[in-house]
């Protein structure tokens, strides 16, 4: 199989990649995903359901593929909500088990109890049959602080920090939501935070969570620009 990390699938032998990895086959069938998900995230004893099963994209490693998926959510009320699952198919069931154990299980107990996968019975699963891998965001075996990155508890003190250095020391925050708005790259996701600050005020802020030390550059890059785009009136802020 191909090493190369960001080749195409539709460039390579579909029949050696289905040698390769029995699965993939089915996990690109988007009608025969959404019921394995419905079958092994929510299962039988749960009336939520999901909808409308979308491939966002699929990533060809060494040794497996990575599939994104997107769903809606519907409980039996009929309100819905987004969301995200995560699939990596491997060449056999047992080596699928071994990632979602050492991988995926720690950061599903980290997510015990949150909003995100409440409709859910498990936001961790193996679909063996498959050699697939599957986990419910934020649950992310390649970006395991998107689970801290996205809980308000965590996430809310830290954005709030940032702006204190930033020269707002009044801004107080008393609720944080937080959405991905770019999640489709391998290691990346762009996530947005709504605040709610006093005095009925609101802020919107952006923010990437990266699988690297790419965030360490970050103040660095900053100050390099400082100076130079001083002169032309664009102020940075403080990192």
């Known amino acids: ?44 004893r749960n009336a939520n359901r999901f909808r409308h099963c979308g491939l ?19 409980d039996p009320g009929g309100k819905r909500r987004s969301a995200f699952v995560t699939g990596r198919v491997f060449g056999n069931g ?5 990632y979602a154990a050492g991988r995926l299980a720690p950061l599903a107990g980290q997510v015990a109890g949150r909003e995100e996968i409440a409709a859910l019975t498990s936001p961790v699963a ?14 992310d075996g390649e970006l395991p602080t998107l689970v801290a990155a996205t809980d308000p508890n965590v996430a809310g003190p830290a954005l709030g ?9 009044d801004v107080v ?21 709504e605040l709610d600050l006093s005095a009925r005020k609101s802020l919107a802020l952006y ?18 620009l400082t ?5 032309a009136g664009v102020t940075l802020p403080a990192c």
């Open 126 to 139: 193996v679909l063996e049959q498959l050699g697939m891998a599957v986990s419910a965001f934020p649950i």
């Open 56 to 74: 966002t994209s699929a990533v060809l490693l060494n040794d497996s593929v990575v599939l994104r998926y997107t769903m809606e959510v519907v």
């Open 94 to 98: 047992g080596r699928a088990a071994s």
């Open 161 to 169: 920090e940032l702006l204190f250095v930033n020269g707002h020391s």
């Open 207 to 224: 923010g990437k969570v990266a699988g690297d030390d790419s965030g360490a550059r970050i103040p660095e890059l900053v100050r390099a």
């Open 1 to 44: 199989m191909a090493k190369d990390a960001n080749a195409s699938l539709e460039a390579l032998d579909a029949e050696l990649l289905a040698q390769e990895l029995p699965g993939i086959s089915v996990a690109f069938d988007r009608a025969a995903m959404l019921d394995h998900f419905q079958a092994a995230l929510i299962g039988p």
């Open 173 to 193: 925050i008393e609720n944080c939501r937080a959405e991905p708005v770019h999640y489709n790259r391998r290691h990346r996701c762009m996530m947005r935070y």
């Open 227 to 231: 100076e130079p785009l001083a002169g």
